[in-house]
């Protein structure tokens, strides 16, 4: 092959794209039980080059986020980088549902773009929907130590699994179980379309007022 004809091939020759980047997520409940966090995370690089007959100017390339829980949220922009720098983006979002039932939808992506090329590289991930079970345990007795507490639900149970007793260890202790006679244990649950995850032991909080058990 002469001269001409290579040159002719590189100038033809296509850019070369190759993404490796994944995108994760996950879901807590905060401390006191009220509100839903999600956490995403966008990370990897990529392999680019240009063929001598490309753009002049070097090609940028910004990672995207979309976190979604309830009406919250949306898709958010990262740093621009060069075409073969690491990116790690996270962010989190945050939603306090109106009412104990609500059982919002919660979404996740990631999606990088080239300021040449355009969006090359996008990962959705499957949608969940999640709920804050609530179960409601009434004071029964205490020992002089720890203070025992009863599952007390009426007419619905709690999303996850409640035990039948709860103990609070040192509670003759710490506070008067008489004074505060109900125990409120809040839990996140995952829900998709064939199971139903518990995630951690629940948010703990005394109350002096019954809470409907969901």
Not at 82 to 92: Q, V
Not at 148 to 167: D, I, N, R
Request: charged share 10%; hydrophobic share 35%.
């Amino acid at each position: 092959m002469n001269r001409l004809a290579i040159l002719a091939l590189m100038l033809l020759a296509p850019a070369r794209l190759f993404a490796q980047y994944s995108v994760y997520a996950s879901q807590a409940l905060s401390n006191d039980g009220s509100t839903i966090y999600q956490s995403v995370q966008l990370d990897g690089s990529a392999d680019m080059s240009l063929p001598p007959s490309g753009p002049s100017s070097s090609p940028i390339h910004t990672p995207y986020i979309y976190s979604q829980i309830g009406p919250n949220g949306g898709w958010y922009m990262g740093n621009r980088t060069c075409a073969n720098c690491y990116i790690s983006f996270s962010l989190y979002t945050a939603y306090a549902p109106k009412s104990p039932s609500e059982t919002p939808g919660v979404y996740a992506a990631g999606q990088v773009n080239c300021s040449i090329v355009g969006t090359f590289w996008q990962q959705w991930l499957p949608s969940i929907k999640v709920k804050i079970s609530i179960a409601n345990y009434r004071y029964d007795h205490n020992d002089g130590k720890n203070c025992y507490f009863k599952l007390a639900c009426l007419s619905t149970q709690p999303s996850c699994y409640a035990a039948p007793w709860l103990v609070d260890v040192n509670g003759v202790e710490t506070v008067s179980c008489e004074t505060s006679p109900y125990f409120i244990v809040r839990t996140l649950a995952i829900i998709t379309n064939t199971s139903r995850t518990c995630l951690g032991v629940g948010m703990r909080q005394y109350s002096e007022i019954p809470i409907p058990c969901q």
